[in-house]
Nanobody, 129 residues
């Protein structure tokens, strides 16, 4: 079965950096996308970043452009989210997901949680002074 396990969440001061890791197992990679989402208390889950395997296409939410970077290791068993210049508004539970839509779909619908098949349990990121 497919399993995704996030790690790396922590408490950090504004301006700090964190790297989130998603260990993936039991998944046969194809051209479908990989992504990171987050959900803050009282808010809906939102897409943060996504990529196609190999990095041919990427997506970033406007709120994180220039600060966050999504990547995948050479063995394709680990997904990363490098987060720099963190802000209090970045505080949320972060989730990784696989088997999402192709880039053409993003142009019309954006990145939606319902379009990804498999999810991790989440890792908490807290940014505060």
């Amino acid at each position: 079965q497919v399993r995704l396990v996030e790690s790396g969440g922590d408490s950090v001061q504004p301006g700090g950096s964190l790297t989130l890791t998603c260990a993936v197992s039991g998944y046969t990679y194809n051209s479908n996308s990989l992504g990171w989402f987050r959900q803050a208390p009282g808010k809906e889950r939102e897409a943060v970043a996504a990529m196609t395997p190999g990095g041919g296409s990427t997506y970033y939410a406007d709120s994180v452009k220039g600060r966050f970077t999504i990547s995948q290791d050479a063995n394709k068993n680990t997904l990363y989210l490098q987060m720099n210049s963190l802000k209090p508004d970045d505080t949320a539970m972060y989730y990784c997901a696989v088997d999402g839509p192709l880039p053409g779909f993003w142009m019309v619908y954006g990145l939606r949680s319902i379009d990804f098949s498999y999810w991790g349990q989440g890792t908490q990121v807290t940014v505060s002074s």
